[in-house]
């Protein structure tokens, strides 16, 4: 094991090592991460009581319509359920798809891979509410008219306009969501996933016909109606501009191309992009993009990378370059180290809460592995703190896979952080260590490498067994959840 | 999910769904009478015969006059937004109104259609002095409903 301890310098001695870029003035004076902190989860419960909101409308919509007085027998009282399931599952749809939309109040709020995270779990109680709607409803109607539910579903089908939309749609649900279970999911390559998760689009759409031509909720005149359709506008619009047109439009505003591959390690390398208007994109290091280099054979992979390097813009239009720094992981990775300069790139982003946004203290402690230590390179050269006040782990196998490292020693150098190197193996047969052998056989404990660990915001990026174990170890260091800030390269 | 997260999103909830049920109680009452007036406009020219057609299949109807004339009054046809019930007047033969003892009222909707296509069917119905009439576009099922009652009316009357 090699563990280095810097000193705390002076925040703005020159180094000027050859690979030594300028750093961007950080804005001194104080901070105030914790009114930041304050305002983060302001939205956050906002945004819990929106969520909630709108299920229990969706439900009052149904009782304002005088609909729980209405039920006055067994067939009633199904067919109530069935409205009732069908407008509870519809709004989960809804919100699905607002997590899902990249609208950046919810980004900067929670994060994108907490966003997806709740859309993952709304999956199947939606999908189980809208079958429910479809049965309860078959066996009311059936009841009233003293159909079985089969015939009734017929009858539906056949004499019902719209219907046959609806049934559609209930199909494509089904297999949205029994793709996206992650026993299926594994099976399929992640291109075939995606691809039938855009059914969802379709099955939406064919769903909401039938919701204003046959649901009684929604009759023509009605203010229900008019709510109804403002909320199923408004999330297609949020989707259309969000995942659509801001992607075009920052694509076109920054006219990114490739200027320079450079390899940094065996299989990783630096890939170097110039544009426009990069002064509108300071302070996103250590936030990710998703990339697609125009390329023939490429353009059509979307690939999520962090920045490894803050954005510099250093013309008057804010002409400058940013960077990334990626691992030949698989089929994709591997093409774009052969990436030719001036290879156009469009980007979508950023996105993320792996940043400054996301600071709760004036301390902050970043630990990485592998791959995962480039956003942490970014992030230490932009986020504010005082000399000393920061400290950085980097872990490897060996000082081959600290990638970056030459330039992360020199801005500890400049910044005053302190950085340790842990290389070495990993302990055999303990799932519970993140550390080195050696350093678990000494004694060392995070806690060690970063006494005011309890006061610092942790930032922690690495593969995800190991990052699961740094985590818990912070956790039992005094580390609350708000200061954990934790970024997956693998969902 | 912080605490107060969690208990304003309670509140919220409830609040909303207990405006909904206030608001859902005065839509109750507004729809009452709706239901009740055309139960209660039969009332006076049923003369008496308020039993007829209560079960929920068509099983027959009832007459309340003579075969020359009188009123005649249709089964109560069960549909999924309610039943619907017709009466018809019939003088020397021919059938001078058509009244509805009651029509699909399950809700908003039922009821907008319900307006809607009943002076439709009335009309074409007296006209074509028969059941045999066109049913009302966007209104099949009350129309279904309608003339199913209406030929009922007509067969109890030997017309
Ligand atoms: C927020 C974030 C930031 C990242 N930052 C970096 C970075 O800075 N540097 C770096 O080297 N890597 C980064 N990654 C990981 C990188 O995006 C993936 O390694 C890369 O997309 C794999 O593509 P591939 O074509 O090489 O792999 P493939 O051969 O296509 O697949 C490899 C594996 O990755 C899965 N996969 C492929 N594409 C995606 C996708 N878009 N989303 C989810 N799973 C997918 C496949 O199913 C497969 O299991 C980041 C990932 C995320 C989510």
Redesign the pocket.
Known sequence: MNSQLMPAPPAHSRSGGPEVRTYPAIPAGPHNFASQHRRRRLRSDALTVTAWSSVAASLALWLADGGARGIDSAASAFTAMGIVAGLAGMDLVLLMLLLAARIPLIDRTIG??RALEFHGKLGKPSLYLLLAHGLLIAVGYGMAEGLDPVSESVALWVQVPDMWLAFISMALFLAVVITSLVAVRRRF???F??GVHLLTYAAVATSIPHQFSVGAVFAEGTWQRWYWMAICVATGTALLFFRVLQPVLATYRHRLTVSRIQTVAPG?VNIEMSGRQLDRLTGTGGR?F?WRFLAPGLWW????????AEPLAHGLQGEGGLR?????????????ARLRPGTKVAVEGP??L?GTAARTRDKVVMIGAG?GI??LRALLESTPFSPGNATVLLRGHSEQELYLSVEILEICRNRGARLFHLTGPRVDGDPHTWLPEEAVRRGHTLAAYAPDISESDVYVCGPAGWARNVVADARTAGVRAEQIHH????? | MTVRGAVSAALASAGILLAGWQAGAQVAEVQAPVAAMSVGATGGAAAGDGTSGTGSTDSGSSESSTAAGGTYTGASVQTRFGSVQVQITVKAGAITDVKALHLTDDDRKSVQISNRAAPLLRSEALAAQSANVQTISGATVTSDAYLTSLQAAIDAAHL
Do not use: M
């Open positions: 994108h891979d390559p992640y291109e996933w995606y990783v990710f998703v992979h979307p690939h999520p990378f962090s920045l490894s990334i720094t990626v691992r030949n992981l698989g089929r994709g990775s591997a093409q774009l996105y993320g792996f791959i480039t956003p970024e997956r390269f693998d969902w």
